[in-house]
């Protein structure tokens, strides 16, 4: 089966020895099959909730700043911020160099910086070399830019709901079973069996750990950073 919405559905259907959908009946679908739609959904959305940085999740967004403009939004569909991972794109139009951003937190940007929000003079403004997070899901540079040079920055997806029979998952295909065995989970609680739906509960569980230990934990190492001369 193509591994898209409905293939997905039907894993469901074939499990439970239900009648598959088809392309022209899927998205008029009702009752147990309309549910078995939004089982798939809902254990997709269990699955990214589990981790803020799965890596099928990551996204990569370039903003480009305005002159004088300090504040700039996250995306809308933004989970988690990597703030290590904001620099300025080299560009020789504006003459600028590729420059990783240091980050500063919001509370010494308002106790030293917050200023610069406010002054319009051009004298301050010149090449961000710092990145601040703010508690409204924004992000701030400092000092003000003086051009609209290109920051690249990387982030993690709060994922997206299936909606069309051709929609396909985030989750690599490698991983359908996951969502199939969390999908059961809803099914059965559909159904009223809930010795079933524990089973399975425990399974999707299970499968969520294996996900983990193969897309998430790792071995970390120190780096030496000292400078030798």
């Known amino acids: 089966m193509a591994y898209d919405f409905l293939g997905i559905v039907n894993d469901v259907n074939r499990r439970l020895n239900e009648v598959e959908l088809n392309t022209t009946n899927f998205a008029t679908a009702t009752g147990f099959y309309s549910f078995a739609k939004e089982a798939i959904n809902s254990s997709i ?58 980050s500063m937190t919001y509370e010494e940007y308002l106790d030293k910086h917050a ?62 079973h996951v969502i199939v065995d969390g999908a059961m989970y809803y099914a059965y609680q559909f159904r009223g069996d809930n010795q079933s739906s524990q089973q399975s509960f425990v399974k999707f569980q299970q499968s969520i750990k294996h996900l983990r230990s193969i897309n998430i934990n790792r071995t970390d190492y120190i780096r030496d950073t000292r400078v030798h001369y």
């Open 45 to 102: 959305r269990h699955i990214h909730h589990e981790e803020f940085e799965w890596p099928w999740n990551h996204a990569e967004e370039t903003e480009v700043l305005l002159a004088g403009e300090v504040r700039y939004g996250l995306p809308t569909d933004c989970k988690t911020v990597n703030m290590n991972s904001f620099r300025i794109k080299r560009d020789t139009t504006l003459n600028v160099d590729t420059i990783k951003l240091k």
């Open 115 to 176: 200023d610069i929000e406010y002054n319009s003079s051009t004298d301050i403004r010149g090449v961000p070399r710092y990145i601040i997070r703010a508690p409204s899901k924004e992000i701030l540079v400092y000092p003000s830019p003086d051009k609209a040079y290109e920051v690249v920055y990387e982030y993690y997806t709060l994922g997206f709901n299936l909606e069309l029979h051709s929609d396909v998952p985030s989750i690599p295909e490698q991983h359908r």
